[in-house]
């Protein structure tokens, strides 16, 4: 069966679409930290980060530089933070997390409550923002 995310870079599931390229997708967390929240995940469905191909996953680092400082040109912030869990969902990512201190990226914080305009205007402005 496809995962969630798989499921969201075929369209099947609606995300709030942030960039893509042949081989990654950025879309903005539904339950995010911050506001700007993103994950960045590679279109080959595979579980654990370090199971990538060694070249993929320099990649997907190249791609998430990418979209982190399109991140920091529209949310305030000291720095993006770069977090990788995986406990949730088994497809690889990465969070991309606006943070102006360690406590931004608690993930027993409570989340960022945003409506679907917010969400929408957001990654359209994130997106602009990539060079
Ligand atoms: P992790 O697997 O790294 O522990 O956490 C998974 C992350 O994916 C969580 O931050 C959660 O909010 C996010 N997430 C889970 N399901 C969805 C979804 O259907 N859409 C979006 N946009 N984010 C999701």
Do not use: W
């Not at 870079?9 to 967390?29: N, S």
């Not at 998430?64 to 912030?77: G, N, Q, T």
């Not at 993006?80 to 990512?93: C, D, S, T, Y």
């Amino acid at each position: 069966m496809s995962s969630i995310f798989t499921k969201i870079i075929r369209g099947e599931i609606p995300c709030y679409k942030v960039a893509e390229d042949e081989k990654f997708f950025a879309f903005l967390d539904i339950n995010p930290l911050k506001k700007g929240h993103t994950l960045i995940i590679p279109k080959e469905e595979v579980d654990y980060i370090f199971d990538l191909d060694e070249d993929l996953l320099a990649e997907m680092m190249v791609f998430s530089r990418k979209i982190a400082l399109a991140i920091e040109k529209v949310v305030p912030c000291n720095r993006i933070g770069v977090v990788v869990l995986g406990l949730e969902v088994p497809h690889a990512h990465i969070h991309l997390i606006p943070i102006d201190s360690e406590a931004d990226v608690r993930f027993s914080n409570p989340r960022e409550q945003m409506n679907e305009e917010e969400f929408k205007d957001l990654a359209e402005r994130i997106n602009k923002q990539i060079i």
